[in-house]
């Protein structure tokens, strides 16, 4: 059974950083490529950035470019999301997503995590 379980969400004020670790059950994982999506109340859910098997390929919305790094650890079937200068407007869930081969979107997603919430206050 496939699993991608995301961790390090929480509360953290504007300006300071968090890092998400998504850890996946996937064989071989460096055949998948790897994404983070976010979702705001109220909000659809919305893509934040995703990176290739070989980590040398990465892809990234505007509204984090510059702020968010996308790594994965293949050895250790683990992607990774710095985030840096985070804002409010960054309060969200933020879930992990696998697909094969391609970079992953809102519509072709082979498998999610269950997500992990992320709070910057004012």
């Known amino acids: 059974q496939v699993q991608l379980v995301e961790s390090g969400g929480g509360l953290v004020q504007a300006g300071d950083s968090l890092r998400l670790s998504c850890v996946a059950s996937?064989?071989?994982?460096?055949?998948?490529?790897m994404g983070w999506f976010r979702q705001a109340p109220g909000k659809e859910r919305e893509f934040v950035a995703a990176i290739k098997w070989s980590g040398g390929n990465t892809a990234y919305s505007d509204s984090v470019k510059g702020r968010f790094t996308v790594s994965r650890d293949n050895a250790k079937n683990t992607v990774y999301l710095q985030m840096n200068s985070l804002k409010p407007e960054d309060t969200a869930v933020y879930y992990c997503a696998a697909r094969r081969s391609y970079f992953p979107t809102i519509r072709d997603v082979d498998y999610w995590g269950p997500g992990t919430q992320v709070t910057v206050s004012s």
């Open positions: 996937l064989r071989p994982f460096s055949t998948y490529a």
